[in-house]
């Protein structure tokens, strides 16, 4: 079945750096999300981005939405420890998510 | 108030035994869904429901049968377990605005 691809698979940071991270289609989607999976949860929905060119912030956190459609990035700024955890773009087309491969963030003491 | 909710948590069980998971959605939604995620974190969806319809069914083996008595409950039954059906298994409703995830059903097949 269709991935997309993310990219990087992990980071490795020190608190207080600002993180960025990115996702890529061969495929058009017409909303684009960020989710945050923490150990023995289920993914929570971070951002969503329903229009080409959308910039979008929540907090510290800011996506784009490509020009393209075929792809988002992802940005954390000043991190701070329960920022920890993987990060999922999805690229959703009617009513199925087709998920990245996820990026894993760790914050090094 | 659980938005939506899985049981069991846990679930470790043998080769050849058949098992269900329940879930449950308190938001009204009338789309729910099974995703499947790897030992590499990978998610991928295997059944999407609405209003009790059968929508999407991404070529999951004739092994997994979901049943869904009313919009708010989506089960997943599994005949004959295999070691490769170990994963986490997520239910997830969705409403215009976005999806919910449950917290996950850990499946270990010994």
């Known amino acids: 079945g269709q991935q997309l691809n993310q990219s990087p698979q992990s980071m490795f940071i020190q608190e207080g750096e600002d993180v960025s991270m990115n996702c890529t289609s061969s495929?058009?989607?017409?909303?684009w999300l960020w989710y945050k999976q923490d150990p023995g949860e289920g993914p929570v929905l971070l951002i969503a981005l329903y229009k080409a060119g959308e910039l979008t912030s929540n907090g510290r956190l800011t996506a784009q939405f490509g020009i393209t459609r075929k792809d988002s990035f992802l940005n954390i700024s000043a991190s701070i420890p329960s920022d920890v955890g993987i990060y999922f773009c999805a690229g959703q087309g009617g009513e199925k998510l087709t998920f990245g491969t996820g990026t894993r963030l760790t914050i090094i003491p | 108030d659980t938005a939506v909710s899985q049981t069991p948590k846990y679930l470790v069980t043998q080769m050849g035994n058949d098992k269900s998971i329940k879930c449950e959605q308190n938001l009204g939604h009338d789309t729910m869904y099974w995703y499947k995620q790897d030992s590499k974190k990978f998610l991928k969806i295997m059944f999407s429901?609405?209003?009790?319809?059968?929508?999407i069914n991404e070529t999951v083996p004739n092994r997994f049968s979901p049943k869904s008595p009313d919009k708010a409950h989506l089960n997943l039954h599994i005949n004959s377990l295999e070691l490769g059906d170990s994963a986490v298994y997520f239910c997830a409703s969705s409403s215009y605005y976005g999806y919910t995830f449950g917290s996950g059903t850990r499946l270990t097949v010994v």
């Open positions: 429901y609405n209003n009790k319809e059968l929508i």
């Open positions: 495929s058009i989607f017409n909303t």
